[in-house]
């Protein structure tokens, strides 16, 4: 496909105060998220709980594209419609995971490559068919004392990525990029924003190097901060501060946006960060979010598997959705969370 068409569908799913819902927990995580709350993760509840996100009213507002797992965009509404058709009906885009986990990395203790480029072309071919317009991609970049992530995690993970997108944008579908540098450990915001940094550099030189067209990405990167069970913790402002400092030396002003991963911070904290980097001004790319739990988190607990919850665990959804589209402008501030609670 011409690279034209792919930045269109880029700059679709990045469009003013929009973002991402990444509904495309893999079979595990979505077991353990249903297990927070005491749900069996059958088939049927897994396509309950994502209809109740997908036919949240209004909810287009904000939210452009929704990212799905391999068995969801099989699936259907109780109304019989195929789920990507339901979304392509209040305008938001489908995605598609199409990698296939973070398995161990031979030689590498401790570090892990994603698998998933065996057959690709072929799947990523039926996924259009399916309705799919963008994919996506992880790899996982630990931090663990001095000498993890080596380089030759960062490279050979950077080169999985590439060879992924170079398929994508081949199948018309966009890329979402997606190095996530883990957030787990001790390490401090400084060691973050260096391993964030070796990570984004061997990212862009292999995309570039396999030819990938910058136009028609998208990236998914980590937010540069302290390790959660850093004793210093860096604040919102900082982090934001690090987080662009950071993106300005790698990312190149051809993409059009960067989509964050919420990786385990508060529902609050991701949107107040997404925020504070809007406020800074212009940037050279969209800034914007693609988030898993920071979407998700208070509508999984509200609805808790039983079927009179519905409503409100789309209120809750639609909210998080509303907050975040607030700080795709820099307009998010903590009052607005009660002031929408009791709307
Ligand atoms: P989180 O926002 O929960 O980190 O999930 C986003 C995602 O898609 C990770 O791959």
Same mark, same amino acid.
């Given at each position: 496909? !011409? ?5 269109? +569908?880029?700059? !679709? ?23 927070? +709350? ?18 949240? /009213? ?6 452009? =594209? ?5 068995? #969801? ?12 058709? *339901? ?18 990395? !031979? ?39 001095? #000498? +993890? $992530? ?11 990525? !590439? ?5 994508? &944008? ?5 890329? +979402? ?32 190097? &396999? ?30 501060? /690090? ?8 990312? $190149?002003?051809?993409?059009? =946006?960067?989509?964050? *991963? ?15 980097? @809007?406020?800074? =001004? ?13 979407? &998700?988190? $208070?509508? *999984? ?7 009179? @919850? ?13 907050? @975040?589209?607030?700080?795709?402008? =820099? ?13």
């Amino acid at each position: 496909m !011409a690279v034209e068409e792919l930045h269109e +569908i880029a700059k !679709a799913i990045v469009a003013e105060g929009k973002g991402i819902l990444a509904a495309d927990e893999s079979d595990g995580t979505i077991q353990k998220r249903f297990d927070s +709350i005491g749900v069996e993760s059958t088939e049927e509840n897994r396509r309950a709980y994502r209809e109740l996100l997908f036919t949240t /009213e209004g909810v287009e507002e904000y939210i452009s =594209g929704v990212i799905l797992f391999d068995e #969801t965009i099989r699936q259907r509404s109780s109304a019989g419609t195929p789920f990507p058709k *339901l979304l392509e009906s209040k305008r938001i885009i489908p995605g598609i995971k199409v990698d296939k986990g973070a398995k161990p990395l !031979a030689h590498a203790e401790g570090e892990t490559i994603t698998e998933g480029l065996d057959g690709l072309r072929d799947r990523l071919e039926e996924y259009r068919g399916l309705g799919a317009r963008f994919a996506k991609w992880r790899a996982v970049i630990s931090i663990k004392g001095d #000498t +993890i $992530p080596s380089e030759y995690c960062v490279w050979t993970n950077a080169h999985a990525l !590439a060879r992924y997108a170079a398929l994508a &944008q081949e199948a018309g579908l966009v890329p +979402i990029v997606e190095p996530e540098v883990l957030m787990d450990g001790d390490h401090t915001i400084e060691r973050s924003f260096e391993v964030t940094s070796r990570t984004l550099h061997g990212v862009f030189t292999e995309l570039r190097d &396999q030819r990938v067209q910058p136009e028609g990405i998208l990236l998914k990167p980590n937010m540069v901060l302290s390790g959660y069970s850093c004793p210093v913790q860096a604040s919102d402002a900082e982090v934001a501060a /690090e987080t662009v400092r950071c993106f300005r030396r790698h990312v $190149p002003a051809a993409v059009p =946006g960067i989509v964050f *991963l919420s990786g385990g911070q508060s529902d609050e904290q991701a949107t107040a960060r997404l925020s504070a980097m @809007n406020a800074m =001004g212009e940037h050279p790319w969209q800034l914007s979010f693609s988030y898993g739990r920071a979407l &998700q988190a $208070p509508a *999984l607990k509200a609805w808790a598997g039983k079927p009179e @919850n519905v409503p409100a665990a789309q209120r809750a959804y639609y909210h998080r959705a509303k907050m @975040n589209s607030a700080a795709r402008t =820099g307009m998010y501030a903590p009052e607005m969370e009660r002031e929408a609670v009791t709307a």
